[in-house]
């Protein structure tokens, strides 16, 4: 008796399906971005420079230690508060009336025990070798969000517009219109009044 020959299956389809389920899980599937910090190094200079003096007032130090808790200028504070203390610092204007440090257009408390004018005022930051990515994430972003702050301030008084929002639609070429080139020498302008001197200090064991 003669045996029957078993049916092919046609594969041809399964190929489609499988395709198709492909396309199905790429667009469905979200991916997790990563958290980062934008922000451009200086170049490396092998050149011996004797770093400047800083006047203690004019440090606002930040530690943070391998727990997560802040220390800033040896006092203990809550990241809640740590951008509303930076403003507070970098806004401050100590230096008299009658010195070339005074600072026209800062609207701090003035106390003599902080920092003179923006120029001078420095944010060190140090963390713990331990210290959460998060964390350390958390800490740049209010750090940043002062600067922010006082240069979209400073923006609205002189020319009415966000620091922030130009500098985005510049960076990102959503920008439109002939006068890119004098609102960019108007965001340095903005810059120059509120200089970013984020200082970040090798991570070490903190207490």
């Keep these: 008796m003669a045996r029957r020959s078993a049916p092919e299956v046609n594969a041809g389809s399964m190929a489609d399906i499988a395709f198709l389920l492909l396309i199905f899980f790429l667009v469905t599937t979200t991916m997790e971005k990563d958290?980062?910090?934008?922000?451009?190094l200086p170049p490396i200079n092998k050149s011996e420079i004797i770093p400047p003096k800083i006047k203690k007032k004019n440090l606002f130090i930040v530690l943070v230690n391998k727990n997560d808790q802040l220390l800033v200028?040896?006092?203990p504070m809550e990241?809640?508060?740590?951008r509303e203390a930076a403003i507070e610092?970098?806004?401050?204007?100590?230096?008299?009336?009658?010195s070339t440090e005074y600072c026209s257009y800062c609207k701090g408390?003035?106390?003599?025990?902080?920092?003179?004018?923006?120029?001078?005022?420095?944010?060190?930051v140090q963390n713990d070798r331990l210290t959460s990515y998060n964390t350390y994430i958390a800490v740049q972003n209010e750090l940043v969000a002062a600067y922010n702050f006082l240069r979209n301030r400073e923006s609205q008084r002189l020319y009415g517009w966000e620091f922030t929002e130009i500098k985005k639609d510049i960076d990102l070429g959503r920008f439109k219109g002939k006068a890119k080139d004098e609102i960019n020498v108007k965001l340095k302008e903005v810059q120059k009044l509120f200089p970013l001197k984020l200082s970040e200090a090798q991570p070490k064991k903190i207490q």
């Design 89 to 98: 610092f970098l806004d401050n204007g100590g230096a008299p009336s009658n």
């Design 79 to 82: 990241l809640k508060n740590l």
């Design 109 to 124: 408390k003035k106390s003599p025990s902080s920092s003179d004018n923006p120029d001078k005022a420095v944010i060190s």
């Design 35 to 40: 958290k980062g910090i934008a922000r451009q």
């Design 73 to 75: 200028n040896d006092a």
